[in-house]
């Protein structure tokens, strides 16, 4: 079935859009740990005058935590925006051994028709290419 733009519901990729959001992603998984660092001295600052109340204790454990879900999360994004990369250069490989390939077929032989039957497609040659009968 046709989507509504034409296209047979399957998804396009643009390898430099991927390339770009991986490198994006490295980017800011880079600013992650820098940022987060700047948050554990004002809390352990605030907890600090909270001694003897139990919401010190709590504010410093919060912070903590945080900090290494926020630190995973940059970890994350680095090692996913690399694959991206990756995929990005495959895609474009891919491309270019699938237009290589093309290529090669073009430079081949016409094809001929099985031995004792016709041509199913109606081939003829002209100029040393194979054009099929319209």
């Not at 770009?20 to 907890?47: F, I, N, Y």
């Not at 237009?99 to 081949?108: D, P, Q, Y």
């Not at 497609?121 to 194979?130: K, M, P, Q």
Request: net charge negative; glycine share 14%.
């Amino acid at each position: 079935m046709r989507e509504a733009d034409g296209s047979d519901g399957g998804y396009r990729v643009s390898p430099g859009e991927l390339e770009g959001s991986g490198q994006s992603a490295k980017e800011v998984a880079g600013l992650v740990p820098g940022e987060t660092t700047k948050v554990v001295d004002p809390s352990d600052q605030a907890s600090a005058t909270l001694k003897g109340w139990q919401l010190g204790g709590a504010l410093h454990d919060c912070t903590a935590d945080w900090k290494v879900l926020l630190d995973k999360l940059s970890t994350d994004m680095d090692t996913y925006g690399t694959k991206m990369i990756k995929m990005a250069q495959e895609y474009r490989a891919n491309d270019l051994a699938v237009a290589a390939k093309l290529n090669a077929i073009g430079t081949r032989s016409a094809p001929t028709a099985a031995a004792g039957g016709p041509d199913p497609f109606g081939t003829t040659v002209h100029g040393g290419r194979a054009r099929q009968a319209v």
